[in-house]
């Protein structure tokens, strides 16, 4: 029961519906933050901006190429190389990648104003300056690195994120 005796109230029922009002708020908050969000967290947003400045600070143009993603582009993305033509692109299903939470992005390098994954590319000082703002880099991956990836978990882990176990206001 929230405390309202500072609050002068005209009538018992305005009192009431007050502490009525603000159940359902801390009811709804409570459940807005374990729902899965529908785009990348404001943390990892936030956080991918800051990289995309400073790498354009020492002369390289970056871009987000992919942030949040649903399930099924998850499960799309799985069946590249697979069961549908091209090369394989990652080892996550729906639901077992980070970008699925809203706490990974890829990075990649512009040429010519063009998505690039070459070699060529400082991918090293992007995952330099990637960590310098927080996230964990895949290109540390030893058995499938990922050098566009970037993920931000806060010591959550992925059963967290798959069993509700996240707390998404720490990702505001």
């Known amino acids: 029961m929230q405390d309202l005796s500072p ?3 005209y009538s018992k029922t305005m009192k009431d519906s007050l502490l009525q ?3 359902k708020l801390q009811a709804l908050l ?6 899965r ?3 990348l967290t404001n943390l990892v947003q936030k956080k991918a901006d800051e990289v995309i400045a400073e790498m354009t600070t020492f002369g390289y143009k970056v871009m987000i190429y992919q942030g949040f993603r649903s399930f099924a582009e998850q499960d799309a993305l799985y069946a590249q190389g697979r069961t549908k033509p091209g090369t394989t692109v990652t080892n996550a299903k729906g639901g077992d990648s980070l970008h699925n939470w809203g706490c990974a992005v890829d990075i990649v390098f512009l040429t010519n104003n063009r998505p690039s994954w070459d070699d060529s590319h400082p991918w090293h000082i992007l ?3 990637g960590k310098k703002h927080g996230f964990d880099w895949g290109g540390d991956w030893p058995s499938f690195p ?3 990836h970037f993920q931000i978990t806060l010591g959550y882990n992925l059963s967290d994120f798959k069993t509700g176990k996240v707390d998404y206001r720490k990702f505001l």
């Open 7 to 9: 609050i002068k109230f």
């Open 37 to 39: 969000p529908a785009r």
């Open 146 to 148: 990922d050098r566009p």
């Open 21 to 23: 009002q603000i159940a």
């Open 30 to 35: 409570q459940t807005l933050s374990f729902q």
């Open 127 to 129: 995952g330099q300056i």
